[in-house]
């Protein structure tokens, strides 16, 4: 079976660091994928972790554990564009892209 | 580059009519996916695509549900009868291939609401 947990809100406040957990339980793993939602937008490709380790990008940065099944997205110097729904999502081996629920980060000044 | 285009943006329609939503994709991607977005939820893969074959349509209601893409391009996805609990986005997405990594990119949805 198919299994992603993120929290479901989180806030925090400009120029602040917020780090957003996921952990997953897939019958297959391939890779893990982090998308930014904004309310009433598109999902857009924000990070992709295959191997273990952090992978640094700007301002965000994503983790992965793969013998854990567990990731984070770490956000930096958090500004209020950065309040969104910030989407996990695991790849499988023969399946598309399985979402979790999504974490809705507040950003307040 | 054009963006994975969708309509309509909207749609209100009644429980028991039908409706359907076109895709069109990023031109020269080969692999294209529907889901389906409840309010404060993940996205929930319905169909995915390769060309014009499927390659899983295991969570599409197929007693309400049917999507296709002609030609491998542009494509369709119908619900007949809908129900109240279908009020959700639809989101299309394609990517250049099927693979490890390989990025998909969403359009920007067709919000229905069954009422």
């Known amino acids: 079976g198919q299994n992603i947990d993120q929290p479901t809100e989180m806030t925090a406040t400009e120029g602040a660091i917020v780090q957003i957990n996921c952990t997953y339980q897939t019958s297959g793993f391939n890779g893990l994928f982090w998308y930014q939602q904004h309310a009433g937008e598109a999902p857009t490709f924000l990070s992709y972790?295959?191997?273990?380790g952090l992978e640094e990008k700007g301002r965000f940065s994503s983790f992965l554990s793969r013998s854990k099944g567990y990731s984070y997205l770490l956000l930096k110097e958090l500004q209020m564009k950065d309040s969104a729904s910030y989407l996990c999502a695991v790849e499988g081996t023969v399946t598309a892209l399985i979402f979790g629920k999504g974490t809705t980060l507040s950003v307040s000044s | 580059e054009a963006g994975v285009a969708q309509s309509p943006r909207y749609k209100i329609i009644e429980k028991r009519q039908s409706v359907a939503f076109w895709c069109n994709p990023i031109s020269g991607h080969a692999t294209l996916y529907w889901y389906q977005q409840i309010l404060g939820q993940g996205p929930k893969l319905l169909i995915q695509f390769q060309n014009n074959g499927v390659v899983d349509d295991s969570q599409l209601p197929k007693d309400r549900f049917s999507a296709e893409r002609l030609k491998g391009v542009d494509s369709t996805l119908k619900i007949q009868p809908a129900k109240l609990e279908d009020s959700a986005v639809y989101l299309c997405?394609?990517?250049?291939?099927?693979?490890?990594?390989?990025?998909?990119?969403f359009g920007q949805g067709t919000r229905l609401t069954v009422v």
């Open positions: 997405a394609s990517s250049p291939r099927q693979g490890a990594g390989t990025e998909a990119f």
């Open positions: 972790n295959v191997l273990d």
